[in-house]
């Protein structure tokens, strides 16, 4: 049996068409995994894994033991400047009522020559 040039047409024409259906299916299916790879890839991205939550809850802990809230600093800072002011009030204290080691040292000087005074005193009086 022998096919004419029509049919030869006609059944290379089905068969491109066969063809690009059978491509066009598979060619889906492709886009089907690729869209589900991307799926995927956006899902491990945007979620933690067990591992890293367990990691962020130890240094979530870590926070709360070792930092303070802005109120508690507040009244930190409050009570330091209090006891800042009064050791200032102290010092001020302190420079009004004691003697400055200089100030020692100068009336030290004056009660030994005055000693000195009185030794010079005694040697002539016993004549010697």
Do not use: C
Not at 1 to 17: K, N, V
Not at 31 to 47: A, G, P, V, Y
Not at 88 to 114: C, F, P, S
């Amino acid at each position: 049996m022998e096919l004419s040039p029509f049919e030869w047409m006609a059944i290379g024409i089905l068969g491109t068409l066969g063809l690009s259906i059978i491509a066009f299916f598979v060619k889906g299916l492709f886009k089907k995994q690729e869209k589900h790879e991307e799926i995927t890839t956006d899902i491990r991205l945007t979620f933690a894994s067990k591992d890293e939550v367990k990691g962020h809850e130890r240094d979530i802990n870590h926070i709360k033991q070792t930092y303070v809230s802005k109120d508690d600093l507040r009244e930190f800072k409050a009570e330091i400047r209090g006891e800042t002011q009064k050791l200032g009030a102290d010092v001020e204290e302190i420079k009004k009522n004691y003697l400055t080691k200089a100030d020692y040292l100068h009336h030290q000087r004056r009660t030994e020559d005055k000693m000195d005074l009185m030794y010079k005193i005694l040697l002539e009086l016993k004549g010697g």
